[in-house]
């Protein structure tokens, strides 16, 4: 029912602006205006359109006001687990090396710069740059 009424609701929404660019611009604001010798320049036809832009705004607003009672009442019970993320993965630990004898902390330089830094856990998340 909710996926007719949203099809109506573009139909309406599609007359209701050809409506509208069909009418000829009073003020001539954005529009260039019209010639009287044009096709819908008749008296007669104006009036249509007017009463045309009407019916159509008012169905478009009960249409409106209909779709989102509808989407109100409409409530799922179901979870959507599409995003969730999985479990992180245990860390595996990375043996670090260890000064030699009393040797300071920050003295090992180059030979213990990749074995300091322990690996970051792989927890399904975007892969890292290489």
Not at 42 to 61: E, I, N, Q, S
């Amino acid at each position: 029912m909710f996926a007719f009424l949203l099809v109506i609701h573009a139909i309406i929404a599609a007359a209701l602006v050809t409506v509208i660019l069909m009418q000829r611009s009073e003020g001539g604001g954005l529009g260039m205006g019209g010639s009287p010798s044009g096709l819908m320049s008749a008296r007669g036809a104006a009036d249509f359109l007017t009463r045309a832009t009407g019916v159509l705004g008012t169905m478009f607003v009960l249409c409106s006001i209909l779709l989102a009672i509808l989407a109100a009442n409409h409530r799922s019970t179901d979870i959507d687990t599409s995003l969730a993320r999985t479990p992180a993965a245990a860390a595996t630990a990375v043996p670090t090396a260890e000064p030699k004898g009393d040797a300071a902390p920050f003295a090992g330089g180059a030979e213990n710069a990749g074995a300091a830094a322990p690996a970051p856990a792989d927890n399904g998340a975007v892969p890292l740059a290489r």
